[in-house]
């Protein structure tokens, strides 16, 4: 089985990594930094997704030579004119994400400008050869945070012809419809054209 390294060291994005290639089919023989008791980190100081997914990648792959897939991501709000954006992890660095989606959602109280999308591009390298897959999940902002069943921003968005929060629809729906798995379905289709 192919090894694929995972350049992050968040579990959260490795588990759902592993789960979108599930549903994609793929079978990897997935590394990552952890397992290699590696907490260094690259200097992401690009001005975009694309850049900074391709540093995350170039870093890892050029460390250990292993097929590297790195991704880059964020929510975009229209109330704060697309910000956070790039610095979707970096924002309102004191709070949890609990907190800061109470902040977001205290900001927002009474505002119809709720539209929101999900952006994740995805760089793969392998043989020195770098390529970029990007995925977009377009929704709004929730008026209330509601499930337990993602991460960070999940639970204040909905994504087009939801009714519910990612956070309440889960993985089963992540897996196939999110901004990642967008994103890792174009360079599935990729490989299979390989």
């Known amino acids: 089985m192919e090894k694929l390294f995972i350049a992050t060291g968040n579990a959260h994005k490795i588990t759902e990594f592993k789960e979108i290639f599930k549903t994609l089919g793929l079978e990897f023989d997935v590394v990552c930094p952890k397992d290699f008791n590696d907490d260094s980190e690259p200097n992401e100081n690009g001005n975009s997704y694309a850049e900074n997914s391709y540093i995350k990648a170039k870093y890892y792959y050029d460390k250990y030579k292993i097929p590297t897939i790195a991704d880059d991501s964020g929510i975009e709000i229209d109330f704060y004119d697309?910000?956070?954006?790039?610095?979707?992890?970096?924002?309102?660095?004191?709070?949890?994400y609990k907190d800061k989606n109470n902040h977001i959602l205290n900001e927002m109280r009474g505002s119809d400008n709720r539209g929101a999308s999900f952006h994740c591009?995805?760089?793969?390298?392998?043989?020195?050869?770098?390529?970029?897959?990007?995925?977009?999940?377009y929704g709004h902002i929730a008026d209330i945070q509601d499930g337990s069943k993602g991460f960070g921003y999940d639970p204040i968005f909905v994504a087009e012809g939801q009714t519910e929060t990612n956070a309440v629809l889960?993985?089963?729906?992540?897996?196939?419809?999110?901004?990642?798995?967008?994103?890792?379905?174009?360079?599935?289709k990729d490989l299979e054209n390989k």
């Open 82 to 96: 697309g910000k956070p954006g790039i610095y979707s992890a970096r924002f309102l660095p004191e709070l949890n």
């Open 121 to 137: 591009l995805a760089t793969y390298i392998k043989d020195d050869v770098a390529k970029s897959y990007e995925g977009i999940l």
């Open 170 to 188: 889960g993985e089963e729906f992540k897996n196939k419809y999110s901004h990642r798995a967008i994103a890792l379905g174009k360079w599935a």
